[in-house]
């Protein structure tokens, strides 16, 4: 049953009324012009939905209205030359209005376009939604695109070897800190890389150009350390260069200083630093002239220095000077993830380097992934060396590690039967883990057995018995 046949059954009164709440429904403008293109009504909805008052409309032609700009393009002058209904997608001068149109002809017994009624529907909030999507999906692409050459640009020197995203945070705050020009302080285990993360700070701050300068608190004696530090003048003290010499400060100028074993700095000279750091001043030993100096000052250290001040062997004051902004690296345990990709790399590198090619068995390269390693990456790097060297084949077995890292383990649980696809890396290893433990605490019954025997400390191997329930 069509709609005019139910128009005509109702009467006058009734018909009235629907078309008064058809023509004035809230959610669809209406816009009826005559065969000339030109507006005989318009609804309530067209002002919303355009923006525009109903006087630009009214009385004229939708080809002046879109040639004014109003309109991107006019449905009704499109309808009139193909006399078909149209679909399209405007936009008003009100920006940010965005609507569907739909232009229906109705013609006359001579088939000519009598009028043009113009559906109008709202998409102005599906149309932001859209383009709100596809800025966030070119930022994600972006930021996908920076955080790959970020990697490839770290990586490049093939030192800075990492999966775990816990090295990835420590990553993406060096190369953000790089930028401004402050003092850093990293803090980490022995072995973990703080100097390759001071390295990444340097190489990628403006003072990239100039020198990276390197001392090791703790490797130089206490009456060498500040001279090596301020430089002296000719005839300074017996035994020195009789020209008098640079100190490492001044080496460092318009670069990086990297003052590693920080918490070994002696505290006379940590007030000399904290003067030096203030008034960007120094002094030659044996001189009398204030030498202006300009270099980024980097801390690292495996101490704790706020036990250190509390215990009055670190200055408070030059604490805070050079840990404007911190860097924490955590320990290879913490970062299971990095031991296989570090091992993949180093095996790469010692085979270059002794001309062999070795390659890995999966139980040795399980009995690597869950091992504890005391001297993080450093001692990683050390194992697979001695293991490239000291292993008599090719293929280098689950014993070659054993006894490169320098302990024996239950054969049983060593065997991997077979490696699950529907897991990730962590909760194998940590599987794994649980099942060497296991079988650790059979054999040698306690956890201080156990710690002598993998060489790690008590606590942490009774840590991790609680956290498996291992009894």
Do not use: W
């Amino acid at each position: 049953m069509d709609f005019q046949h139910i128009l005509n059954t109702m009467p006058v009164n009734l018909q009235k009324i629907l078309l008064e709440q058809l023509f004035q429904n809230p959610f669809m403008g209406i816009n009826i012009t005559d065969g000339a293109g030109r507006v005989l009504f318009l609804n309530q909805a067209h002002r919303r939905i355009t923006g525009h008052a109903p006087e630009l409309y009214l009385g004229r032609s939708m080809q002046e209205i879109a040639e004014e700009g109003l309109i991107s393009q006019s449905a009704t002058m499109i309808t009139l030359q193909t006399k078909q209904p149209t679909d399209i997608q405007q936009i008003t001068s009100k920006k940010q209005h965005y609507f569907q149109v739909k232009a229906i002809p109705v013609m006359d017994q001579q088939q000519n376009v009598q009028y043009v009624i113009n559906y109008l529907l709202d998409v102005s909030d599906i149309v932001k939604l859209r383009n709100q999507l596809e800025e966030i999906s070119i930022q994600n692409n972006e930021l996908l695109t920076n955080y790959e050459l970020l990697r490839k640009e770290l990586n490049a020197s093939g030192e800075l070897i990492y999966a775990s995203q816990a090295m990835q945070h420590v990553v993406e705050a060096a190369f953000k800190v790089a930028a401004h020009d402050v003092s850093v302080l990293i803090i980490g285990p022995s072995g973990a890389g703080k100097e390759l993360i001071a390295n990444l700070v340097h190489t990628h701050s403006k003072r990239n150009k100039g020198p990276f300068i390197k001392i090791n608190c703790a490797a130089i004696p206490e009456h060498l350390l500040e001279s090596e530090l301020f430089g002296y003048e000719a005839g300074a003290f017996t035994g020195g260069n009789p020209k008098g010499k640079k100190g490492l400060f001044e080496e460092a100028q318009n670069g990086t200083l990297l003052l590693d074993e920080i918490g070994e700095l002696p505290l006379a000279l940590q007030s000399k630093l904290l003067r030096v750091l203030q008034s960007r001043k120094l002094r030659h030993l044996g001189g009398n002239q204030d030498i202006d100096i300009d270099f980024r000052l980097i801390a690292s250290t495996n101490a704790n220095l706020k036990e250190m001040i509390t215990e009055k062997i670190f200055r408070e004051d030059l604490y805070y000077r050079l840990n404007v902004i911190e860097l924490h690296i955590p320990p290879l345990e913490e970062r299971q993830e990095d031991i296989i990709p570090l091992v993949h790399f180093f095996l790469q590198k010692y085979n270059q380097k002794y001309a062999v090619k070795k390659t890995l068995d999966q139980e040795a390269m399980c009995f690597l992934a869950s091992c504890h390693y005391a001297g993080n990456v450093r001692e990683l790097k050390n194992v697979v060396e001695r293991t490239v060297i000291m292993s008599g084949g090719d293929r280098i077995s689950l014993s070659d590690v054993q006894a490169a890292y320098g302990c024996t383990a239950p054969s049983e649980v060593l065997r991997v039967q077979e490696l699950p696809t529907q897991t990730s890396l962590k909760a194998l290893m940590a599987e794994y883990e649980k099942k060497i433990l296991t079988e650790y605490i059979k054999q040698y019954k306690s956890a201080s057995a156990v710690s002598r025997v993998l060489k790690t400390d008590q606590s942490t191997i009774s840590r991790k018995l609680h956290r498996y329930q291992i009894q």
